[in-house]
């Protein structure tokens, strides 16, 4: 039984794009190593960018940087 998690920061990702990645990701395991869609979970964690870090800071910060400069 195959298990993929997937995060990605919290920004308004729809149902629909999330479905998407759910059916790629299995489908992805389906043509490479053969696994059964049927037993594979896919799990997305949606994370708060001031809960994500890079080099030493929150992705919040980061973004705001980049939009200021």
């Known amino acids: 039984m195959p ?3 997937i995060k990605i ?3 308004g990702a729809t ?3 999330k479905a998407r ?8 395991l389906v043509d490479v190593l053969g696994k059964n869609p049927a037993t594979t ?3 997305i964690d949606e994370v ?3 809960n994500w ?4 800071e929150t992705v919040t910060v980061l973004r705001a ?5």
Do not use: M, S
Request: proline share 3%.
């Open 9 to 11: 920061t919290r920004e």
């Open 41 to 43: 979970v896919v799990v």
């Open 15 to 17: 149902p629909e794009q």
């Open 21 to 28: 990645l759910i059916e790629g990701a299995t489908q992805l």
């Open 65 to 69: 940087r980049a939009k200021a400069g």
């Open 3 to 5: 298990y993929v998690n």
């Open 53 to 56: 870090g890079i080099g030493g």
């Open 48 to 50: 708060d960018t001031d």
